[in-house]
């Protein structure tokens, strides 16, 4: 958020306010020296902080405040009242705090305070040798920097078989696919911040070997990398589509910031596009093709988009709301073959095509695990803490599947906010901390100007209860996902307060469990 081109509302804070206009548990939202401030109260203390989020700009007087935090109303992120210190991705920086003086009843906002960061732990490690983490997605990015934030003074290796840095990789298939959002946006942390915070990033690194028993990664090339603790953050990659013609130089998966690219090149150059996966990914591509003017078919095994995890008339509402924007769809089908023109669907249907997108799925990325005899369930199962069956060895991200205690259940999650969380988690973990991971699982989609989050995780259910109203004239709705009588998660469309709610509850329920 550019300050500089905010307009400043509200009341000027700096001048002064009576104090009996800050309300307990409110935001007030207003301004001091230039710059955007919300002012709030909790107890007999006074905080002024920042008004947006530092993750994409969300205004924080629209989020919740629980205890002396604030959480973003668009994507969940958790702000100290006290520091400003972002405390739960996906925002990682701080936002501003500025000291609060209260005189005969007039409360000020004075001088910016200096970030200080997070306060290494009291918890004194044992751990005193190099930390490796392989990976340089969401959860291996996360870690990395809250090893530093915690004081981890250690080295910490990061190798990446991708060859950019960490990127922000659900904009790939959103606003940097559709041309809304600059190339600059895309990576996570600039080259010069890994070197500032002596993060020892390798880029084109593809881990080969872990030898447990000498405590070694070894990558292609040969090199060795000891660890004294080891992070796998491996993640997914795209399932392939195994028809003939899958092959061939047109069709395109989207998981990296190089293939975003290259599918940017096609569509400059191109008028139609065949989108094969009627889900998340497939269903973002279409739109942001369709941004760009490209002719999009949709094809999906589905009887209507999404509806398995949303359930059949959020289904309805999304495959009306890309149809009105342009977007043919072809399902309860797939493809049988692809050839330089056109794809050949199961129904004997022939679709011109100038390229092919594939977003049918992915696979969890165990094969280091494997060789290393970890212990793998459709994933590297860990514990509560994120630990492997090998003691120093933790895994986060796509890859994990941990004990969830909301549903009882082992689960794996392949979402970009829980990836980060439990990336932060298995540092503080590394570091010996003994933190349970018991963060709500949380995602978001968009496609045009449709808006969707999605707290907690209900992998089977059986009934979707529709609060409100969700069509083309009024899209305000919570979708509520049960298991017979048991919450499993819930669903919101331009009720972002209720999402945040919603995920507190959900916590409150996890406390009671422990």
Same mark, same amino acid.
């Given at each position: 958020?550019?300050?500089?081109?905010?307009?400043?509302?509200?009341?000027?804070?700096?001048?002064?306010?009576?104090?009996?206009?800050?309300?307990?548990?409110?935001?007030?939202?207003?301004?001091?020296?230039?710059?955007?401030?919300?002012?709030?109260?909790?107890?007999?203390?006074?905080?002024?902080?920042?008004?947006?989020?530092?993750?994409?700009?969300?205004?924080?007087?629209?989020?919740?405040?629980?205890g002396d935090t604030l959480r973003c109303p668009w994507h969940h992120a958790c702000f100290s009242l006290r520091t400003g210190?972002?405390?739960?991705?996906?925002?990682?920086?701080?936002?501003?705090?500025?000291?609060?003086?209260?005189?005969?009843?007039?409360?000020?906002?004075?001088?910016?305070?200096?970030?200080?960061?997070?306060?290494?732990?009291?918890?004194?490690?044992?751990?005193?040798?190099?930390?490796?983490?392989?990976?340089?997605?969401?959860?291996?990015?996360?870690?990395?920097?809250?090893?530093?934030?915690?004081?981890?003074?250690?080295?910490?290796?990061?190798?990446?078989?991708?060859?950019?840095?960490?990127?922000?990789?659900?904009?790939?298939?959103?606003?940097?696919?559709?041309?809304?959002?600059?190339?600059?946006?895309?990576?996570?942390?600039?080259?010069?911040?890994?070197?500032?915070?002596?993060?020892?990033?390798?880029?084109?690194?593809?881990?080969?070997?872990?030898?447990?028993?000498?405590?070694?990664?070894?990558?292609?090339?040969?090199?060795?990398?000891?660890?004294?603790?080891?992070?796998?953050?491996?993640?997914?990659?795209?399932?392939?589509?195994?028809?003939?013609?899958?092959?061939?130089?047109?069709?395109?998966?989207?998981?990296?910031?190089?293939?975003?690219?290259?599918?940017?090149?096609?569509?400059?150059?191109?008028?139609? !596009?065949?989108? @094969?996966? $009627?889900?998340? =990914?497939? &269903?973002?591509?279409?739109?942001?093709?369709?941004?760009?003017? *490209?002719? %999009?078919?949709?094809?999906?095994?589905?009887?209507?988009?999404?509806?398995?995890?949303?359930?059949?008339?959020?289904?309805?509402?999304?495959?009306?709301?890309?149809?009105?924007?342009?977007?043919?769809?072809?399902?309860?089908?797939? !493809?049988?073959? @692809?050839? $330089?023109?056109? =794809?050949? &669907?199961?129904?004997?249907?022939?679709?011109?095509?100038?390229? *092919?997108? %594939?977003?049918?799925?992915?696979?969890?990325?165990?094969?280091?695990?494997?060789?290393?005899?970890?212990?793998?369930?459709?994933?590297?199962?860990?514990?509560?803490?994120?630990?492997?069956?090998?003691?120093?060895?933790?895994?986060?991200?796509?890859?994990?599947?941990?004990?969830?205690?909301?549903?009882?259940?082992?689960?794996?999650?392949?979402?970009?906010?829980?990836?980060?969380?439990?990336?932060?988690?298995?540092?503080?973990?590394?570091?010996?901390?003994?933190?349970?991971?018991?963060?709500?699982?949380?995602?978001?989609?968009?496609?045009?100007?449709?808006?969707?989050?999605?707290?907690?995780?209900?992998?089977?259910?059986?009934?979707?209860?529709?609060?409100?109203?969700?069509?083309?004239?009024?899209?305000?709705?919570?979708?509520?996902?049960?298991?017979?009588?048991?919450?499993?998660?819930?669903?919101?469309?331009?009720?972002?307060?209720?999402?945040?709610r919603a995920e507190v509850e959900f916590e409150r329920n996890l406390a009671k469990k422990m």
């Amino acid at each position: 958020m550019n300050v500089e081109e905010t307009k400043l509302n509200g009341l000027n804070f700096a001048t002064g306010v009576a104090h009996s206009v800050v309300t307990e548990g409110e935001m007030l939202l207003g301004h001091a020296h230039g710059e955007p401030v919300l002012l709030t109260r909790s107890g007999n203390e006074l905080f002024a902080i920042g008004a947006f989020c530092t993750h994409y700009g969300a205004p924080l007087n629209e989020g919740l405040l629980v205890g002396d935090t604030l959480r973003c109303p668009w994507h969940h992120a958790c702000f100290s009242l006290r520091t400003g210190e972002a405390l739960r991705a996906p925002a990682l920086n701080p936002i501003s705090c500025w000291r609060v003086e209260q005189l005969d009843g007039i409360v000020y906002v004075r001088e910016k305070l200096e970030i200080q960061g997070q306060q290494p732990s009291l918890i004194e490690t044992s751990l005193q040798g190099p930390i490796i983490i392989l990976g340089g997605g969401a959860a291996g990015n996360a870690a990395a920097e809250m090893l530093r934030r915690e004081g981890y003074v250690g080295r910490i290796t990061m190798l990446s078989a991708d060859e950019s840095e960490p990127c922000d990789r659900p904009n790939l298939s959103k606003g940097y696919l559709a041309g809304t959002t600059p190339e600059e946006f895309n990576l996570l942390r600039s080259p010069e911040f890994y070197r500032e915070h002596d993060i020892d990033l390798k880029l084109s690194a593809r881990a080969t070997t872990i030898d447990t028993a000498n405590r070694y990664v070894q990558l292609e090339n040969g090199s060795r990398f000891t660890y004294a603790a080891l992070l796998l953050a491996t993640g997914a990659e795209p399932v392939r589509l195994e028809v003939p013609g899958g092959d061939l130089p047109h069709v395109y998966y989207l998981r990296t910031l190089a293939d975003s690219r290259v599918l940017i090149a096609k569509a400059l150059t191109s008028q139609r !596009a065949v989108v @094969i996966g $009627a889900s998340f =990914i497939g &269903l973002e591509v279409a739109a942001s093709l369709r941004n760009r003017d *490209i002719e %999009v078919h949709v094809v999906g095994r589905e009887t209507n988009p999404m509806e398995k995890i949303l359930g059949a008339d959020v289904g309805k509402f999304i495959r009306k709301l890309h149809e009105d924007h342009g977007v043919t769809f072809h399902l309860d089908t797939t !493809a049988t073959s @692809i050839d $330089a023109h056109s =794809i050949t &669907l199961q129904n004997g249907e022939i679709i011109q095509a100038d390229f *092919i997108v %594939v977003g049918i799925g992915v696979r969890p990325s165990i094969a280091l695990a494997e060789q290393a005899g970890l212990a793998t369930d459709r994933g590297v199962t860990v514990n509560e803490y994120l630990e492997t069956s090998v003691s120093g060895i933790f895994a986060a991200g796509d890859i994990a599947r941990w004990p969830d205690m909301l549903t009882g259940e082992h689960i794996r999650v392949e979402h970009w906010v829980v990836a980060e969380r439990q990336g932060q988690t298995a540092a503080r973990n590394m570091l010996g901390q003994r933190e349970r991971f018991d963060a709500v699982p949380f995602f978001w989609t968009e496609q045009y100007d449709f808006g969707l989050a999605y707290v907690g995780h209900a992998e089977q259910w059986d009934k979707a209860e529709i609060d409100g109203q969700l069509d083309a004239d009024t899209r305000n709705c919570t979708i509520t996902y049960r298991r017979g009588a048991k919450k499993l998660a819930v669903a919101t469309v331009h009720r972002d307060l209720e999402c945040l709610r919603a995920e507190v509850e959900f916590e409150r329920n996890l406390a009671k469990k422990m």
